[in-house]
């Protein structure tokens, strides 16, 4: 009995042990990382509630379930449980109550209250579209939202009747509107957000605007009298894209009217505790492709308009006022972290808390959320290079982070490290900053081979987070630099104009010398340089093979290759000519083609891939093709991936972020080493 006991001690120890043995990350592994995103903390700052965010691999599906937590860390707990979508939770004023959409119910996204003492749900709606952004009334007993309105679309094309029993083809499509498809919309049908009030017993909601504009997300009056809203109501809307203003909206009589008239976007207002001013943000449109966001004050009536952020030269947003009034919290980028900052009214900015980040699941990018209590306690979500969000909390006495959502999944994973690196650009001595990701069990004294891996928007930031993809190529045995070149932002206005209608073009000086500074660390294999980036990314990876071949293979992801077509073509037609170029192809057709990577294809010597979503309508599959056939004719050796039902954001099921890095991977095995 002694030795069978012994024996089975020692098996139960060996085969923890061998559970417990580390290894690199594989690509399945993103079916099991979790993130925390949407912490709603309480009135009193007791508790919170957050969004935890999951993935069914049998499925492939993105899934979530709302938890609660102490504000302490203490009693973490699910509020909803299944394989459905729970998310954005909002408490009532008094703490009593929150509302939130599930589909938890045949797949059909409604909202639905919850009462916080009993956790009985009830749905509030069952409307065919969902409610858009949800504000509470000051006395809990009405909800203010958007929903989006069909309207019918006219057409001039009648066709005679068919004869019975005739099959005919659909009728043919018309279309007369410049924006007439989104990218993660697909074609736009006709009508637009408008806003609706609705009690929490539930009931019809009732619908207070009914024009020919879409209506931002709405917020109460102190009285409850009145929402407040931000639209584009210009009749020319589809040229002036970012022309918005404020809007009251009375609700007794749904008379509407400007607050604000200056030429720019003007966005998001908050009603001050007191209800006596509105703060909101916005710009005076320059026609810049990068314009600093900046917070202003006003009185309720939008007189006495006042500039508080004009100091600050950092984008604002997610303002939340103080509860005393004084002041307004508000979170930030800054030279790739963000953070959460208070302005006082006079203008004063102090950081209160860092670390935010962690959503972007897929690349590094800057994204992160938090929300504040009546007493000034804060909820937000962590994120730093070794963990998507967390849950944060954090007051006076400090910060500290409440969730380990990954730790049953790194500990027995290893990850590559992640080293900040700065150095100068070879063009005109810019600073530039980056970070070095090295491979799990790293050693210096080897070589290793190098992805080059570049940022889209142009106007976006990498930072100081966790990103699957490159933990993907870092587990693959890569060392991968990732960047903020010029037209970045967290480093200010002029650093993100350095590009204005001049894209891309020295960026690439950038990226080169950022190379040329991991190179000299002295642990990367030269014979084996990669390149690789999405959007604007990619836009970057196919100027610079056009400019040199010191790259063994290229992956250009949904990129942009002719500027003319691209502007015909994607969903922001007058957006992107008007600020990005200044003018319409046929006036300046010159500097659209010099600034094309199609103009450098005859330069072309590395392999290249094309990679990009079928459904993509920001940078259409047509701009990949483009260049896959130039690539072709000039004799390059080159490939395209199409991920099928894809649009822009290709990780919309997490088995197309799988097949983006598994495509990036075997096209660069494919000439490691070779001569």
């Known amino acids: 009995m002694k030795i069978l006991l012994k024996t089975l001690i020692f098996l139960l120890f060996t085969t923890v042990g061998t559970a417990q043995v580390s290894s690199n990350l594989e690509l399945t592994d993103i079916f099991n990382m979790e993130y925390v995103s949407d912490p709603q903390i309480s009135p009193d700052g007791s508790k919170i509630i957050y969004v935890r965010n999951f993935k069914d691999i049998m499925t492939d599906r993105n899934l979530s379930n709302l938890w609660i937590i102490n504000f302490d860390g203490t009693q973490n707990r699910p509020l909803t449980t299944g394989n459905q979508n729970d998310y954005y939770p909002r408490w009532s004023h008094d703490g009593k109550k929150i509302i939130f959409k599930s589909n938890k119910e045949d797949e059909k996204m409604k909202l639905y209250l919850m009462w916080m003492d009993t956790k009985e749900i009830a749905p509030l709606t069952n409307t065919p579209k969902t409610p858009g952004a949800i504000s509470w009334s000051n006395d809990d007993r009405y909800l203010a939202f958007t929903i989006f309105v069909p309207e019918a679309e006219q057409s001039i094309v009648k066709l005679p009747a068919k004869p019975e029993g005739a099959k005919w083809n659909k009728p043919p499509t018309y279309i007369d509107k410049l924006n007439y498809r989104g990218d993660g919309q697909g074609y736009i049908k006709g009508g637009h957000d408008q806003i609706f009030t609705l009690s929490i017993d539930g009931g019809t909601p009732k619908q207070l605007t009914t024009t020919s504009f879409d209506h ?6 102190k009285d409850d009298k009145s929402l407040y809203f931000s639209a584009n ?20 009589s749904a008379k509407v009217s400007a607050l604000t008239s200056r030429y720019g976007p003007d966005n998001s207002p908050k009603v001050s505790p007191d209800g006596k001013m509105i703060a909101y943000t916005g710009t005076d449109d320059k026609l810049q492709g990068y314009q600093i966001t900046n917070l202003y004050v006003m009185n309720m009536d939008g007189s006495n308009s006042k500039l508080i952020s004009g100091d600050f030269d950092r984008d604002i947003a997610n303002v939340q006022w103080a509860n005393d009034g004084k002041g307004l919290y508000f979170q930030y980028d800054t030279e790739g972290a963000t953070k959460i900052g208070h302005i006082t009214l006079n203008g004063k900015v102090t950081t209160l808390v860092e ?19 009546n007493n000034s306690k804060f909820a937000y979500t ?27 999944l790194f500990s027995f994973r290893d990850l590559g490290k992640t080293e900040e690196i700065w150095w100068e650009s070879s063009f005109d001595q810019k600073k530039i900053q980056g970070w070095v990701v090295t491979p799990p069990n790293f050693d210096p004294n080897k070589k290793y081979p190098f992805i080059l891996e570049i940022h889209g928007g142009p106007f976006t930031s990498y930072g100081s987070v966790y990103s699957a993809e490159i933990q993907a190529y870092a587990a693959a045995g890569y060392v991968v630099l990732y960047s903020n070149p010029r037209g970045s932002t967290s480093y200010g206005a002029e650093f993100g104009n350095l590009i204005h209608h001049d894209y891309p073009n020295h960026d690439y000086e950038d990226l080169m ?21 999405g959007s604007g990314g990619g836009v970057l990876t196919a100027w610079i093979v056009g400019k040199t071949d010191r790259f063994k293979a290229a992956v250009v992801a949904k990129p942009v290759i002719n500027w003319t077509s691209f502007v015909l073509y994607a969903d922001g037609a007058a957006f992107f000519s008007k600020y990005w170029f200044g003018k319409k192809p046929w006036e300046d057709p010159e500097n659209y083609f010099r600034r094309s990577p199609l103009m450098y294809v005859a330069n072309v010597t590395t392999p290249t891939m094309l990679l990009t979503g079928e459904e993509d309508y920001r940078t259409p599959i047509a701009e990949s093709e483009q260049f896959y056939t130039a690539l072709k004719l000039e004799g390059v050796e080159t490939a395209m991936v199409r991920i099928p039902g894809a649009g822009h954001g290709i990780a919309n099921r997490p088995s197309n972020l799988v097949a983006k890095i598994a495509s990036v991977l075997a096209w660069f095995e494919k000439y490691k080493d070779a001569e």
């Open 216 to 221: 931002g997300a709405p917020v109460w009056s």
């Open 233 to 252: 109501f210009n009749p020319d809307e589809d040229f002036e894209p970012a022309n918005s203003e404020v809007y009251t909206l009375d609700i007794a």
């Open 355 to 373: 670390g935010l980040g962690g959503l972007s699941l897929g690349r590094p990018y800057n994204a992160g959320d938090f929300t504040v209590s």
């Open 382 to 408: 962590l994120g730093n290079t070794e963990h998507p969000s967390d849950l944060g909390a954090a007051d006076k006495k400090g910060s500290k982070r409440l969730t380990f959502v990954n730790d049953d």
């Open 513 to 533: 010398s950022g190379v040329d500074a991991v190179i000299e660390k002295g642990y990367v294999d030269t014979d084996n340089l990669y390149v690789t980036g």
